[in-house]
Structures are given as C-alpha cells and as structure tokens.
C-alpha cells in the first residue's frame, strides 16, 4: 500500500486518540469540578478498552478508508451511525460487565457528546486537509468508453484519493 496512505490513516488515528482521551478528561472535569488521581485511574482503565473498541468500530465502519473522507451526507451518516454504535457497544460494556467497579452512566453520555462534536470537527477538518493541495499522482488517460468515463469522474470527484487526471487522450494513440 502506499506510504501516503498509510501517513493519511495514521494521522486520522492519532488524532482519533487525542479526541477520545481529551473527551475523557473533559468530561471528568465538567463532572467533577477537578481532576484527582483517583477519578482518573478509576476511569483510565475502563475507557481505555472502550475507546480501543471504538477505534476497532471505526476502522470496521471504514472511517480510515481514503474513498469516504469527504465532507458529504453520506460520510455524515456513517461518522454519526458508528459513534451511536459505539455507544450502544460501551453501554454493554460498562453494565453487562461491571468488572471495572464503574458505571459511569452520565460521563459516557458526556464522552459520547463529546467524542461526537469533536470527532466530527476533526474529521472534517481532515478531510478538508487531504483533499487540498497537489495530488501526489498525476494519471495520463489513453481512450474513451464509458469505462474510462466513470473512473475519469470517480478521481475528480475524489481529490482525498491523491490522483489528478493531467490528461486524457480520448482518441486513443
């Protein structure tokens, strides 16, 4: 695979994480006024397999798939189909298997709502930045059918994808 790819879908992880963890300390301090050790280890744990859950969620959903970083209604609905999926897999989680001593009904909610805002505003802004600048591959097209036709529109309609159609000689050689 491509190491441009790869770089795109890395930094979409990492920045997933700094959402989920800041979501997490957000919502401990919005709940509790503070952040003592004990609130945040009681936590720590427990979130920390949730949110590796989510991330599992995400990447299965196709969050980390090039085709669907675009600003649209369809990746609307997946982003916010996947974080209501995640939600229904952390309230399993947390009451089904109440190992963690936690159940922490409100923060999750709070996590959630947070997770959601902020997700979506870094998503977006992401998919902003991929699909700016030069492409890194520039493609010579050779002939026409509608073959050709489709995928010439499936790269300009796709710029997050990384190809620009430099030219295209649809007489053929």
Request: hydrophobic share 50%.
């Given at each position: 695979m491509n190491i441009n790819v790869k770089l795109k879908q890395l930094m979409l992880l990492l920045g997933?994480?700094?959402?989920?963890?800041?979501?997490l300390v957000l919502t401990l301090f919005l709940r509790y006024g503070q952040l003592s050790n004990s609130v945040i280890e009681a936590h720590l744990g427990p979130?920390?397999?949730?949110?590796?859950i989510w991330l599992v969620t995400?990447?299965?959903g196709?969050?980390?798939?090039l085709?669907?970083?675009?600003?649209?209604l369809r990746f609307s609905?997946?982003?916010?189909?996947l974080v209501a999926a995640s939600g229904i897999v952390a309230i399993f989680f947390f009451y089904f298997i109440p190992a963690f001593g936690i159940a922490p009904k409100t923060n999750l909610f709070i996590v959630l709502a947070v997770v959601g805002l902020g997700g979506y505003a870094w998503r977006t802004?992401?998919?902003n930045i991929l699909s700016a600048g030069a492409p890194t591959s520039r493609i010579l097209?050779?002939?026409y059918n509608k073959t050709v036709e489709d995928l010439v529109n499936h790269i300009q309609q796709n710029p997050q994808l990384g190809y620009e159609v430099s030219f295209w000689m649809k007489e053929g050689l």
């Amino acid at each position: 695979m491509n190491i441009n790819v790869k770089l795109k879908q890395l930094m979409l992880l990492l920045g997933d994480i700094v959402i989920l963890y800041a979501s997490l300390v957000l919502t401990l301090f919005l709940r509790y006024g503070q952040l003592s050790n004990s609130v945040i280890e009681a936590h720590l744990g427990p979130f920390t397999v949730v949110f590796a859950i989510w991330l599992v969620t995400f990447y299965i959903g196709g969050l980390y798939d090039l085709p669907s970083l675009k600003n649209d209604l369809r990746f609307s609905k997946k982003f916010v189909s996947l974080v209501a999926a995640s939600g229904i897999v952390a309230i399993f989680f947390f009451y089904f298997i109440p190992a963690f001593g936690i159940a922490p009904k409100t923060n999750l909610f709070i996590v959630l709502a947070v997770v959601g805002l902020g997700g979506y505003a870094w998503r977006t802004f992401c998919n902003n930045i991929l699909s700016a600048g030069a492409p890194t591959s520039r493609i010579l097209m050779v002939g026409y059918n509608k073959t050709v036709e489709d995928l010439v529109n499936h790269i300009q309609q796709n710029p997050q994808l990384g190809y620009e159609v430099s030219f295209w000689m649809k007489e053929g050689l």
